[in-house]
């Protein structure tokens, strides 16, 4: 990853000096407990925030439980990341072509682009991650008899997965069966899957589109199926934390159509879906947005601000109470919030070609279009590509202090399909949420 500002931390790090007296010929030590022991959260948390990087605190996360447990607090790791310019976990991004069928029944070639980072951690990650799903298993064994086995044998053959979501370090994939979807939520670091099954096709007749949300700090998922048919939004949402096995079915909303069947995405405590109005042929001229809350599993529809064919994401950022919309509008970044009447105003926007890398990119590059993918804390990621050229670039930009990363794909094949940002999971997951 190549940086065009480089900022120092400028943080200084206490020292603790240890002074070992050696009293006594007994050997018997003074202190007849761990220090952690007698340090209440709020000293161990000060203690945690004066560590270097992201790695050290992960590591002192698993001394043991209760130092996860400060370790993951929302409240300290937003501290910790605030007082430090550095940049989110970002392994890279997994893009793909448009394939040669509608989503979702299309199944897209897929390049993975890495990021490179200057944390040896982050670096290993993304060299080491089966991002393109090739170790996943096939089929889910112990589904029930031989002949059910080999009826799965045939289907993976046939039918292979497909990349729906990610978040969180993790993959969603689906892959079509006989009765209905097998799902997947894959880890390629640890190259792990947990495998299930999506709802019955007797609630949901038509296809489905997914949301992926994972909750790093008590490291589980939920699975949001969504159905969008004659105008209507019918849901369910799969836990995996309840252990049952089962879907919860949500409330329906009338949300209009055309709806092209995208699937949705995770941002904050919202999961949302784009109505992509520009891709089908019978449209309103409308863009919206359905949003589900994730707290209290309750929708909202939306009609963006900006004109159709903009390209845009969904955020939630507190510093503007919540949900905000980010668009690029010739190559200006605008983020639309809603004010106290319910209106959508633009609360900040940045013009892009202010920054000279950028101005090269549109003058050298002739690299014209931007399009936002996701919002992480303070850095917003975007891509850079033109219509003339197969190659693009991805940036990392810092809105708090206005300092840009960049790294290039170099495919050579143009891949306009969607895009996955793939983010390192801070949660150590090898402790179990239910201990921690």
């Known amino acids: 990853?190549?940086?065009?500002?480089?900022?120092?931390?400028?943080?200084?790090?206490?020292?603790?000096?240890?002074?070992?007296?050696?009293?006594?010929?007994?050997?018997?030590?003074?202190?007849?407990?761990?220090?952690?022991?007698?340090?209440?959260?709020?000293?161990?948390g000060e203690i945690l925030l004066r560590l270097p990087t992201s790695d050290s605190l992960a590591r002192a996360a698993v001394a043991c439980?209760?130092?996860?447990?400060?370790?993951?607090?929302?409240?300290?790791?937003?501290?910790?990341?605030?007082l430090r310019v550095r940049l989110p976990p970002l392994l890279g991004v997994i893009l793909s072509d448009r394939g040669n069928m509608s989503v979702p029944y299309r199944c897209p070639t897929?390049?993975?682009?890495?990021?490179?980072?200057?944390?040896?951690?982050?670096?290993?990650?993304?060299?080491?991650?089966?991002?393109?799903?090739?170790?996943?298993?096939?089929?889910?064994?112990g589904s029930g008899s031989g002949a059910d086995d080999y009826r799965q044998q045939i289907i993976s053959r046939r039918n292979p997965?497909?990349?729906?979501?990610?978040?969180?370090?993790?993959?969603?994939?689906?892959?079509?069966?006989?009765?209905?979807?097998?799902?997947?939520v894959y880890d390629p670091i640890g190259r792990t899957a947990t495998l299930f099954r999506g709802p019955g096709r007797i609630q949901f007749r038509w296809h489905l589109t997914?949301?992926?949300?994972?909750?790093?700090?008590?490291?589980s998922f939920r699975v949001i199926a969504a159905?969008?048919?004659h105008g209507l939004v019918t849901a369910a949402v799969y836990s995996s934390r309840t252990g049952t096995g089962q879907w919860s079915p949500l409330s329906s909303l009338e949300v209009g159509s055309p709806w092209n069947a995208r699937d949705g995405v995770h941002a904050g405590r919202f999961a949302y879906w784009q109505s992509n109005t520009t891709k089908r042929r019978s449209s309103d001229k409308k863009e919206r947005t359905l949003v589900l809350d994730t707290n209290t599993m309750e929708w909202s529809l939306i009609e963006v601000p900006f004109p159709v064919g903009e390209s845009y994401c969904a955020a939630d950022m507190a510093e503007h109470r919540g949900l905000c919309l980010v668009a690029s509008t010739e190559q200006c970044?605008?983020?639309?919030?809603r004010n106290g009447d319910g209106d959508w105003v633009v609360a900040k926007q940045l013009l892009l070609l202010e920054f000279p890398f950028l101005r090269r990119?549109?003058?050298?590059?002739?690299?014209?279009?931007?399009?936002?993918?996701?919002?992480?804390?303070d850095f917003v990621l975007m891509e850079f590509w033109s219509i003339r050229k197969s190659i693009s670039f991805f940036i990392l930009l810092n809105l708090k202090f206005m300092v840009m990363v960049w790294f290039q794909n170099m495919s050579r094949e143009p891949f306009r399909g969607s895009a996955f940002p793939v983010f390192m999971s801070w949660a150590p997951p090898f402790l179990s949420p239910h201990n921690a």
């Open 1 to 44: 990853m190549a940086s065009l500002q480089s900022q120092g931390e400028g943080e200084g790090e206490g020292e603790g000096g240890g002074g070992g007296g050696g009293g006594g010929g007994r050997g018997k030590s003074i202190i007849s407990e761990p220090i952690s022991g007698v340090l209440n959260d709020d000293v161990l």
């Open 65 to 82: 439980k209760r130092w996860r447990r400060v370790a993951s607090s929302p409240v300290l790791l937003r501290c910790f990341h605030s």
């Open 110 to 141: 897929h390049v993975f682009v890495r990021a490179l980072s200057g944390d040896r951690l982050v670096t290993a990650a993304s060299c080491a991650g089966d991002f393109l799903f090739s170790y996943i298993p096939q089929h889910a064994s």
């Open 161 to 184: 997965w497909i990349l729906r979501a990610s978040d969180g370090g993790l993959l969603l994939l689906s892959r079509s069966g006989s009765e209905m979807e097998d799902l997947a």
């Open 210 to 219: 997914y949301a992926l949300v994972v909750d790093e700090v008590n490291v």
């Open 227 to 229: 159905q969008f048919y």
């Open 333 to 337: 970044l605008q983020f639309w919030v």
């Open 361 to 377: 990119l549109r003058i050298v590059q002739r690299m014209k279009r931007v399009r936002p993918l996701a919002v992480r804390g």
